[in-house]
């Protein structure tokens, strides 16, 4: 089940980013992100010594990261030198059976939908037109990866979350989706775990840093 949940929300998270598609490894799915501080990361889908020890290994290259279904601490007992865990980073992995609910945005709140290239954006602003939350997905199937649901601090507890995410499900399900997954942060776990997420594993991150 953990290790479906991880190829899914590779395969997505790829599509959402716009980063090229997943390249397979003897121990799992190698992501290019091109960014200064990320420039790719290894994505284990079951968690074990031997692909740890194997991933870790064959990192040559600086700001290169690991992702992990499993206990960060159990990890950082496996990593060569140059490698830490970066607690901040690690995150969980979550999934839950999605169903429709149409949501209304909050009073004084007005919601744009757009989807390009594959991926679909829900925006929220407020009277002002400034922007106050957002999220999008990638729709793969019979599966949907949610990925970058923020909500402006300004704007926070009022049930911008809640209504992107909802918003997000109800599209998904309209293209014949009946699965969500998404990697979270321990705040976006809170807020997730109210709308019905299950978390499946924790996803500790690792990062190659001589």
Request: proline share 7%; net charge negative; aromatic share 8%.
């Given at each position: 089940?953990?290790?479906?949940?991880?190829?899914?929300?590779v395969?997505?998270?790829?599509?959402?980013?716009?980063?090229?598609?997943?390249?397979?490894?003897?121990?799992?799915?190698?992501l290019?992100?091109?960014?200064?501080?990320?420039?790719?990361?290894?994505?284990?889908?079951?968690?074990?010594?031997?692909?740890?020890?194997?991933?870790?290994?064959?990192?040559?290259?600086?700001?290169?990261?690991?992702?992990?279904?499993?206990?960060?601490?159990?990890?950082?007992?496996?990593?060569?030198?140059?490698?830490?865990?970066?607690?901040?980073?690690?995150?969980?992995?979550?999934?839950?059976?999605?169903?429709?609910?149409?949501?209304?945005?909050?009073?004084?709140?007005t919601?744009?939908?757009?989807?390009?290239?594959?991926?679909?954006?829900?925006?929220?602003?407020?009277?002002?037109?400034?922007?106050?939350?957002?999220?999008?997905?990638?729709?793969?199937?019979?599966?949907?990866?949610?990925?970058?649901?923020?909500?402006?601090?300004?704007?926070?507890?009022?049930?911008?979350?809640?209504?992107?995410?909802?918003?997000?499900?109800?599209?998904?399900?309209?293209?014949?989706?009946?699965?969500?997954?998404?990697?979270?942060?321990?705040?976006?776990?809170?807020l997730?775990?109210?709308?019905?997420?299950?978390?499946?594993?924790?996803?500790?991150?690792c990062?190659?840093?001589?």
């Amino acid at each position: 089940m953990v290790a479906d949940l991880v190829s899914t929300w590779v395969a997505g998270w790829a599509v959402s980013r716009g980063t090229p598609r997943p390249a397979r490894t003897p121990w799992g799915f190698y992501l290019e992100v091109g960014l200064p501080d990320h420039l790719g990361r290894h994505v284990l889908p079951e968690p074990g010594e031997f692909a740890v020890r194997g991933a870790a290994a064959s990192v040559t290259v600086p700001h290169t990261w690991l992702k992990v279904p499993m206990d960060p601490d159990e990890v950082g007992r496996w990593l060569p030198r140059g490698w830490v865990v970066d607690r901040e980073e690690t995150g969980h992995l979550m999934a839950v059976d999605l169903c429709v609910t149409d949501p209304v945005a909050p009073e004084g709140y007005t919601a744009t939908v757009e989807t390009r290239e594959g991926v679909t954006y829900v925006r929220v602003h407020d009277a002002a037109g400034e922007p106050a939350a957002q999220g999008q997905m990638a729709v793969l199937g019979e599966a949907t990866v949610v990925d970058r649901v923020v909500t402006e601090e300004a704007h926070r507890r009022r049930g911008l979350g809640g209504f992107v995410m909802r918003t997000l499900a109800d599209l998904a399900v309209a293209r014949g989706a009946a699965l969500g997954v998404l990697g979270a942060t321990d705040d976006g776990r809170a807020l997730y775990e109210t709308l019905g997420w299950k978390a499946h594993a924790p996803l500790a991150a690792c990062v190659y840093r001589p």
